[in-house]
């Protein structure tokens, strides 16, 4: 209930990244990929507001997250499972009618068992090894596999077949990708051949819906563009142009604030925080923000961060603690406790972007996003002021 920092979610910025998303998928479905706690965006807060805007199947990666998905969607929308999902999971992945990828002939064989035991159908896709080297049926096991498939149809739904990309964020990869693209394309032909219906074939994720249209078949797995975020600057670079945009069409949904909890002067030769990391030239006035490393504010960022408070950047003064940031103030007049510091997003004219964030703490994206503690509040906004 109480906490040092809130997330505010932005319904505007959402709408208007799946606005965006629907425009360059034509006929494929959309799956929300919402691992990660939403990519740290909050599944709660996240998850029932895709739903408002037309959202209606859903991603995860572990039956554990399947589960709290369920609570928020019930069954309105579809689940699907792409990796951790065995033994009792498993099982109760099909009593609740939620699919999941099968890589493996032992899993397979778990999904019939388990099917026939609960006299339900188990929901599958058939995961392709093509060059991401991590989990998938190997074209040569894929024949018998669909035999086994075919001999079985009465215990199995078979969703979908699908594999993923190794690294469609970079122009580098691009000859990994095309025989990627051509190991997909003949397990399509093989499953033509043994006479059965793989339903959806998807391949894209957010960087392949972007830099390989041409494998968007029926359905994409789209996640870090929904919330706003490219999944690099080259592909960023390379959309935009491509296709003469000189504004960034997507929009951050997320916007990460806390308060100043004091605000103190240190003279001239003293030291803030731990150790001597920081020693003021002058007299310094600081303000302590009641965020640090434990709640996804990296400890890199000692002495190169910055927050806003009052529509101006606060440097970082010190070492990064476990519960809170000191930021210099000195040249922002009128500082007082309670001033609202933003720590990710906008404020005023100026904003910390995550990629910004990301790049004085090393971290990607995705990384950050993720590392941000489930504890901290989510709101869901019409849009950030």
Request: glycine fraction near 10%; avoid cysteine; charge should be neutral.
């Given at each position: 209930m109480f906490h040092g920092s809130t997330i505010e979610i932005s319904a505007a910025a959402l709408r208007a990244n799946l606005d965006f998303i629907r425009g360059t998928l034509g006929k494929a479905r959309l799956c929300s990929v919402v691992k990660g706690n939403a990519y740290g965006h909050g599944a709660g807060a996240f998850i029932p507001l895709a739903r408002s805007l037309?959202?209606?199947?859903?991603?995860?990666?572990s039956?554990?997250?399947?589960?709290?998905?369920?609570?928020?969607?019930?069954?309105?929308?579809?689940?699907?499972?792409?990796?951790?999902?065995?033994?009792?999971?498993?099982?109760?992945?099909?009593e609740e009618g939620i699919a999941f990828n099968v890589f493996e002939r032992q899993r397979l064989d778990m999904a019939i068992h388990?099917?026939?035991?609960?006299?339900?159908?188990?929901?599958?896709?058939?995961e392709v090894e093509t060059g991401m080297?991590?989990?998938?049926f190997k074209l040569n096991e894929l024949p018998e596999v669909l035999e086994v498939c075919k001999a079985n149809m009465d215990a199995l739904e078979i969703v979908g077949i699908c594999t993923h990309l190794a690294g469609a964020e970079s122009l580098s990869n691009v000859p990994r990708i095309h025989r990627q693209k051509t190991k997909y394309r003949e397990a399509l032909a093989i499953a033509e051949r043994v006479g059965i219906n793989v339903g959806l074939r998807h391949v894209a994720c957010s960087a392949g819906v972007l830099n390989e249209p041409d494998i968007l078949y029926d359905m994409a797995r789209v996640g870090i563009l929904q919330y706003g975020f490219w999944p690099n600057r080259e592909t960023e670079a390379r959309y935009r142009t491509a296709h003469g945009l000189t504004?960034?069409?997507?929009?951050?949904?997320?916007?990460?604030?806390?308060?100043?909890?004091?605000?103190?002067?240190?003279?001239?030769?003293?030291?803030?925080?731990?150790?001597?990391?920081?020693?003021?030239?002058?007299?310094?006035r600081i303000a302590t923000i009641p965020v640090g490393y434990a709640f996804g504010y990296a400890r890199s960022l000692s002495n190169s961060g910055h927050v806003l408070i009052r529509g101006q950047q606060a440097p970082v003064l010190g070492i990064v603690n476990m519960n809170c940031i000191t930021v210099d103030v000195t040249h922002i007049p009128g500082v007082e406790k309670g001033d609202e510091a933003v720590l990710i997003g906008?404020?005023?004219?100026?904003?910390?972007?995550?990629?910004?964030f990301g790049d004085l703490s090393?971290?990607?994206?995705?990384e950050l996003l993720t590392r941000l503690p489930h504890d901290i509040p989510r709101i869901v906004v019409e849009k950030h002021d």
């Open positions: 037309g959202v209606d199947r859903f991603a995860v990666y039956a554990s997250e399947a589960f709290y998905v369920l609570a928020h969607v019930k069954r309105e929308a579809s689940i699907y499972i792409m990796g951790d999902v065995d033994g009792p999971a498993l099982e109760w992945a099909v388990a099917a026939r035991t609960l006299k339900k159908a188990a929901r599958i896709h058939l080297h991590r989990t998938g504004d960034d069409p997507l929009r951050r949904v997320i916007r990460w604030w806390s308060n100043v909890m004091s605000v103190s002067t240190v003279p001239a030769g003293g030291y803030v925080g731990y150790g001597s990391a920081f020693e003021a030239p002058g007299e310094r906008a404020q005023g004219e100026r904003s910390i972007s995550v990629s910004s090393d971290q990607l994206n995705y």
